[in-house]
């Protein structure tokens, strides 16, 4: 299968350790690729390279086998863009920003994709760019990236200010869209985001690629908070025992604790007790790479091809 | 909150003042020189600026003792600087409401729990604060400018037509808020209240000659402003007026609170209801929005209209005077001098009445456009545009090529106001001569259009700044060189030199090429620049 992506040696230093460096990157054509990191950590730099909107300052970029740099009109022909913040329109109609944009595109404007689109999202086209909220800007963004069906789609967060309804949709329009054999590029901060629609994940931090996995590979790294509440005496040995289950902490009737893979373990200790209430919350993803580099130990952690 | 709307109103700070120190300082340093130093020459000159403000009472106030500095600065500089300072305080006020609403600051600042009637008042004390400022530093110009042109002012008089400056100025800011509070986005906003701030001045100024409207020019601010004349000899400060004034500043300030406390954020104070609307789900079936050129046309089809309507207006308007102050300005020996050995003093002050105006205005306009530019670049649009198959390059040509053909639009709605006029009025002007004075402006245009955009492709958020302080040296440049005898080289280097004279003179064709060469490298250095940047907020 050939690569839509391939980044080598990709570089743009903006100083004082900001930036991208040095990323060896290859998406194949066909996959749904998700690119993780925290706020900062050098997705949007990452996707502005690959979109010839800055330059790099060294390694190169290219989409299909086009260069990203030298060719960048070709390249956008195939590629389906979102940027993180969608620009303003003030008091254009959405119906209007879609024509306009379609338009620098050339060729025909195909309405019956448009009006799928539009339907699907539950996007008013007819209010004006100003009157929209930050969610029906952000379908807004997404119908004018999906409109064209590119070969490639390039989505930074794609699905911030979206409810979980439109979220779900737009799961299935990336699903959809590998279905026809399109490409996605999406970067995320949100880990189980990308475990909804992404095969491969690339992980950075602090400007590099720290992290290639499929998505089965990264179970090891998830965990999440629970809080139980007992109604009498806490089995707090039993679930110190389970597997899978660390930082038991005990206050009272209420047990904490974290929890790496699977919950049946600790369900099965719980089981010793009576449960008046229990919590369960997935930490940021910031959180999870905090909490799994330190317990690496590994400050500066050399990128690993786990696929 | 005190320091925030500070830093916010810094830009207009700083341009308002450094226009009001520009009039205020090259009206005063120029009395001298042009009125002369003798009594009778002053006095000359006094009636000879009374006839010319007699045909201009539809902008300025008839001059007061006009023979004397402070009467002459009362009525060529306040007289201007009350329009200046009230457009400040039009798009300070909106910009504090209608546009921070617009860019969601007003909920961040409401949501940090400033309350509304805090927030207005707030902006409202910090604007009188900066508006006294510019006011300070326009009085301190006038009076370096009387000192150094050997015809100083009196400094109780000054001050006191500063202090009626600022007033009116507080109070178009507080009407202003009230307005905004009706209107939902800062271009309505605008709209709006510089429609009821120009109906107020124009309530004082079409009425100026009927003493029977006294009573209802008294209803316009201008007037109240215009109450005050202490530049003048014998004048004196009307301290009821201006403390209408500040009255009206304040009352519509708090009245703005109230209406701000009623309303949603975002909307209007009076709403109506809207009837059910099936959603549209297809895209825009115009087909001009898709047409290069054509598209930034469509885009911008109201403000274009309102442009060309507005130029017409403006060219009908003073060419129905050129009659009357031709017969004027031959009747006085300084003036005169400029219309003699013209082959018809009335084309010829025609071509400089009109033309030269016209090309300033032109230059505003696309002073206009170049911050367009600029703004899609600062606010995504670019990115979102270089994201679809366009060339840099591209983007670039057709700033340009919309540039043009906005510019050709406006220009010949005021070039037939011109012809018809000028036909109905009996100003013999030949037609050719007419089309290629109008057309003309078109390079006026691209060159400041080039170096916009040079500027704009390079460092973006400084492009409106750079090329406004272009065109403003250029016009003083224009306007003060021949007065003080600034060497040609000198006074070659405003580009409004470059156009001439070319409705009554031949054509200044080492101009037209200069304009052109500017065009090629400005526009050819916008586009190596816009490919080598990097694009994205």
């Given at each position: 299968?050939s690569d839509a992506?391939?980044a080598?040696?990709l570089?743009k230093?903006y100083g004082?350790?900001?930036g991208?460096?040095?990323?060896d990157l290859?998406?194949?054509a066909?996959?749904?690729?998700?690119?993780?990191g925290?706020?900062?950590a050098g997705?949007?730099?990452?996707?502005r390279l690959?979109?010839?909107?800055?330059?790099?300052?060294?390694g190169?970029?290219e989409i299909?086998?086009l260069d990203?740099q030298?060719?960048p009109v070709?390249?956008?022909?195939?590629?389906?863009?979102?940027?993180g913040?969608?620009?303003?329109f003030?008091?254009?109609?959405g119906?209007?920003v879609?024509?306009?944009?379609a338009?620098l595109r050339?060729g025909e404007l195909d309405?019956a994709?448009?009006?799928?689109l539009?339907?699907r999202?539950q996007?008013?086209l007819?209010?004006?760019?100003?009157?929209?909220s930050?969610?029906?800007?952000?379908?807004?963004?997404?119908?004018l990236?999906?409109?064209?069906?590119?070969?490639l789609?390039?989505l930074?967060?794609?699905?911030?200010?979206l409810?979980?309804?439109?979220?779900?949709?737009?799961?299935l329009?990336?699903?959809?869209?590998?279905?026809?054999g399109?490409?996605?590029f999406?970067?995320?901060?949100?880990?189980s985001e990308v475990?909804?629609?992404c095969?491969r994940?690339g992980i950075i931090?602090q400007?590099r690629?720290v992290?290639?996995?499929?998505?089965?590979?990264?179970h090891?790294?998830?965990?999440?908070?629970?809080?139980?509440?007992?109604?009498?005496e806490?089995?707090?040995?039993?679930?110190?025992a389970?597997?899978?289950v660390?930082?038991?902490q005990?206050?009272?009737?209420?047990?904490?604790?974290?929890v790496r893979?699977?919950f049946g373990?600790?369900l099965?200790?719980?089981n010793?007790g009576e449960?008046t209430?229990?919590i369960?919350h997935e930490p940021?993803?910031e959180?999870v790479?905090?909490?799994y580099y330190?317990?690496?130990?590994?400050?500066d952690?050399?990128?690993v091809?786990?696929? | 909150m005190f320091?925030?709307?500070?830093?916010?109103?810094?830009g207009?700070?700083i341009?308002t003042s450094a226009?009001?120190?520009l009039?205020?300082f090259s009206?005063t340093?120029?009395?001298?020189?042009?009125a002369?130093?003798?009594?009778a020459?002053?006095?000359?000159?006094?009636r000879?600026?009374?006839?010319i403000?007699?045909q201009?009472t539809?902008?300025?106030?008839p001059?007061t003792?006009?023979?004397t500095?402070?009467?002459?600065?009362l009525w060529?500089?306040f007289?201007?600087?009350?329009?200046?300072?009230?457009?400040?305080?039009l798009?300070?006020?909106v910009?504090?409401?209608r546009?921070?609403?617009?860019?969601?600051?007003i909920?961040q600042w409401?949501?940090?729990g400033t309350?509304?009637?805090?927030?207005?008042?707030v902006?409202?004390?910090t604007?009188a604060?900066?508006?006294?400022?510019?006011v300070a530093?326009?009085?301190?110009?006038?009076?370096?400018?009387?000192?150094?042109g050997?015809a100083p002012?009196?400094v109780?008089g000054?001050?006191g037509?500063?202090l009626?400056?600022?007033?009116?100025?507080?109070?178009?800011y507080g009407?202003?808020?009230?307005?905004?509070?009706?209107?939902t986005?800062f271009?309505?906003?605008a709209?709006a209240?510089?429609g009821?701030l120009?109906?107020?001045f124009?309530?004082n100024s079409?009425t100026?000659?009927?003493?029977?409207?006294?009573?209802v020019r008294?209803?316009?601010?201008?007037?109240?402003?215009?109450r005050?004349?202490s530049l003048?000899?014998?004048?004196?400060?009307?301290l009821?007026a201006t403390v209408?004034?500040?009255?009206?500043?304040?009352l519509?300030t708090a009245?703005?609170?109230?209406l701000?406390?009623?309303?949603?954020?975002?909307g209007?104070?009076l709403?109506g209801r809207t009837?059910?609307?099936e959603?549209r789900?297809?895209?825009?079936?115009?087909p001009v929005?898709?047409?290069?050129?054509l598209?930034g046309l469509?885009?911008q089809r109201?403000g274009?209209a309102v442009?060309?309507i507005g130029?017409a207006?403006?060219?009908?308007?003073?060419?129905?005077l050129?009659?009357?102050?031709?017969a004027?300005?031959m009747?006085?020996?300084?003036f005169?001098r400029?219309?003699?050995g013209?082959?018809d003093?009335?084309?010829?002050?025609?071509?400089?009445?009109?033309?030269?105006f016209?090309a300033l205005?032109?230059?505003?306009?696309t002073v206009v456009?170049v911050?367009?530019w600029?703004g899609?670049?600062l606010?995504?649009?670019l990115?979102?545009v270089?994201?679809?198959?366009?060339?840099r390059?591209?983007v670039?040509?057709e700033r340009?090529?919309t540039?043009?053909a906005?510019?050709?639009?406006?220009?010949?709605?005021?070039?037939?106001a011109?012809a018809?006029?000028?036909?109905?009025?009996g100003?013999?002007a030949?037609?050719?001569r007419l089309v290629?004075?109008?057309?003309?402006?078109?390079?006026?245009a691209?060159?400041?259009?080039?170096?916009?955009?040079?500027?704009?492709?390079?460092?973006?958020?400084?492009a409106?700044?750079?090329l406004?302080?272009a065109?403003?040296l250029?016009y003083f440049l224009?306007?003060?060189g021949?007065?003080f005898?600034w060497?040609d080289w000198v006074?070659n280097?405003?580009?409004?030199?470059?156009y001439?004279?070319?409705?009554?003179?031949p054509?200044?064709?080492?101009g037209?090429?200069?304009?052109?060469?500017v065009?090629v490298?400005g526009?050819?250095?916008?586009?190596l620049?816009?490919q080598?940047?990097e694009?994205?907020?």
């Open positions: 299968m992506i391939r080598k040696a570089t230093d004082g350790g900001r991208l460096f040095d990323l290859e998406v194949p066909g996959e749904v690729f998700g690119y993780l925290p706020n900062g997705k949007t730099t990452t996707i690959l979109m010839g909107m800055i330059h790099p300052t060294r190169g970029a299909f086998g990203c030298r060719q070709e390249v956008k022909k195939l590629v389906g863009y979102l940027p913040e969608l620009p303003q003030g008091g254009l109609r119906s209007e879609v024509s306009y944009l338009g050339g309405q994709e448009v009006r799928r539009a339907g999202l996007l008013d007819r209010l004006r760019f100003r009157e929209l930050r969610g029906n800007k952000q379908k807004l963004g997404l119908l990236a999906f409109m064209h069906e590119p070969r789609l390039i930074d967060e794609p699905s911030g200010g409810d979980p309804l439109n979220q779900q949709e737009f799961y329009m990336v699903d959809e869209a590998r279905k026809r399109a490409t996605v999406l970067s995320s901060h949100i880990l475990e909804h629609v095969q994940v931090r400007g690629l992290q290639v996995a499929r998505m089965e590979d990264l090891h790294i998830r965990y999440h908070h629970v809080e139980v509440d007992f109604a009498g806490v089995p707090v040995e039993a679930v110190r389970a597997e899978g660390d930082k038991v005990v206050d009272g009737h209420r047990l904490t604790c974290s893979g699977g373990p600790l099965a200790a719980l010793r449960v209430n229990m369960s940021s993803l959180e790479f905090l909490t330190r317990d690496a130990d590994s400050s952690p050399e990128p091809e786990v696929a | 320091r925030i709307a500070l830093r916010f109103g810094r207009g700070l341009w226009f009001g120190v009039v205020g009206n340093a120029a009395y001298g020189p042009v002369g130093t003798t009594q020459s002053r006095a000359a000159f006094g000879q600026m009374a006839a403000g007699q201009v539809y902008l300025l106030p001059p003792r006009p023979d500095i402070g009467g002459f600065l060529r500089g007289g201007t600087l009350v329009i200046a300072f009230a457009f400040w305080a798009l300070s006020a910009g504090a409401t546009g921070e609403e617009e860019r969601g600051l909920e409401l949501g940090a309350g509304r009637a805090r927030l207005l008042a902006r409202f004390g604007f604060a900066t508006a006294a400022v510019a530093l326009t009085c301190l110009a006038c009076l370096l400018g009387g000192a150094g050997g002012l009196e109780g000054l001050a037509q500063g009626a400056l600022w007033a009116v100025t507080i109070a178009c009407l202003t808020l009230l307005v905004a509070q009706q209107l986005s271009r309505s906003g709209a209240a510089g009821v120009l109906v107020l124009f309530l079409l100026r000659t009927n003493p029977q409207m006294d009573a008294n209803l316009s601010p201008f007037r109240l402003f215009e005050s004349d003048a000899p014998g004048g004196h400060l009307d009821g209408v004034l500040v009255a009206v500043g304040v519509s009245l703005a609170a109230v701000f406390r009623s309303r949603d954020v975002g209007a104070w709403r009837g059910h609307r959603a789900l297809t895209a825009s079936t115009n929005i898709r047409v290069p050129v598209r469509w885009e109201i274009l442009w060309a130029l207006v403006l060219a009908g308007f003073l060419t129905s050129v009659n009357t102050t031709v004027v300005m009747s006085n020996p300084l005169r400029y219309l003699q013209t082959a003093p009335h084309v010829a002050f025609l071509g400089l009445y009109w033309f030269s016209a205005l032109v230059a505003v306009f456009q911050a367009r600029a899609d670049d606010q995504g649009r990115e979102l270089l994201a679809r198959p366009v060339a390059g591209q670039i040509l340009a090529l540039l043009a906005e510019v050709v639009l406006i220009a010949a709605a005021g070039a037939l011109v018809a006029v000028a036909a109905a009025d100003i013999h030949d037609a050719g290629g004075a109008t057309a003309l402006l078109l390079p006026v691209l060159t400041f259009g080039a170096a916009g955009a040079a500027v704009a492709a390079w460092l973006p958020r400084t409106t700044t750079v406004t302080a065109a403003v250029s224009q306007e003060l021949p007065l005898k060497p006074q280097l405003s580009l409004f030199k470059l001439g004279t070319p409705l009554s003179a054509v200044f064709w080492n037209v090429y200069a304009m052109i060469a065009t490298v526009f050819g250095v916008a586009m620049a816009m080598r940047r694009v994205g907020r």
